[in-house]
């Protein structure tokens, strides 16, 4: 009884020791970048076991090893504290060898960046704020330039400040200076790619699609009872204001 015990006691600490702290290279989500983690693995099984304290211990290592690989990946190594919690959570979790009978085994880690690693990801940090800049830069002037353009007026100043205009040609250039700038026109900024701002550009074709007078009046005074009727009076107000001919007055301002 006395040489089982040992027996016992002894399978369960060569297990021990073989889980203990053994290094695992990990992948992130940056490709030739990874973590460095010091894995300790818990057998809750008592002995006996169904193999050699070596074989179980090996086996474990494997199946931790694979564990931890699979969610390393969609770790970000720039956010370490993110990445041990995602890890160690997952290590956590109890599993089984496929073993008869089943060996339940548990984990935990510390993870780490080597100083190569730590390095890499400071000169990508650096190379994505610059990317970014360029990008912001880009976008910001893309947004003005059209802008600008989305005006026939403006597109006729760029025209007349060549050195070689012909002036002679101002005059046919009306139609086609309108049809480029209603190109320009759709273009919208970031911000303003959204559901709200394209609502605006359909009632706006849908409004401009009715050139007689009479009609516009007719769909400013609806748009008006709808807007009072849905209990907008300032909307209602400002609508009125269009119907009556000043667009640009503020009918709830100047009080």
């Known amino acids: ?92 979790r109890r599993r089984q060898l496929p073993t008869d009978p089943p060996v339940e085994f548990t984990a935990e880690l510390t993870l780490d960046l080597l100083p190569d690693d730590r390095a890499a990801v400071a000169t990508l940090l650096t190379a994505q704020r610059q990317q970014a800049v360029t990008d912001a830069l880009r976008r910001q002037k893309t947004d003005a330039l059209a802008a600008e353009l989305a005006d026939p007026a403006a597109l006729l100043v760029r025209w007349v400040e060549r050195e070689s205009v012909d002036w002679s040609k101002l005059a046919g250039l009306a139609g086609d200076v309108t049809g480029i700038a209603e190109v320009f026109a759709r273009h919208r900024p970031e911000d303003e790619r959204t559901v709200e701002h394209a609502a605006v550009e359909v009632l706006r074709e849908f409004l401009a699609s009715f050139p007689d007078p009479a009609q516009k009046q007719m769909l400013y005074t609806l748009l008006t009872a709808g807007m009072t009727s849905a209990q907008r009076p300032q909307h209602a107000a400002k609508a009125q204001a269009l119907l009556n001919g000043h667009g640009a007055a503020d009918p709830a301002g100047g009080s």
């Open 1 to 92: 009884m006395a040489s089982t015990r040992w027996s016992r006691r002894h399978a369960r600490r060569a297990v021990r020791r073989g889980l203990t702290r053994f290094e695992v290279r990990l992948r992130s989500s940056c490709p030739g970048i990874g973590f460095t983690a010091r894995i300790t693995g818990t057998v809750l099984t008592e002995p006996p076991y169904p193999g050699t304290a070596e074989e179980i211990a090996g086996a474990v290592r494997t199946a931790l090893r694979r564990a931890a690989g699979e969610v390393s990946t969609d770790c970000d190594p720039d956010d370490l504290a993110s990445a041990r919690d995602v890890i160690g959570q997952h290590l956590a």
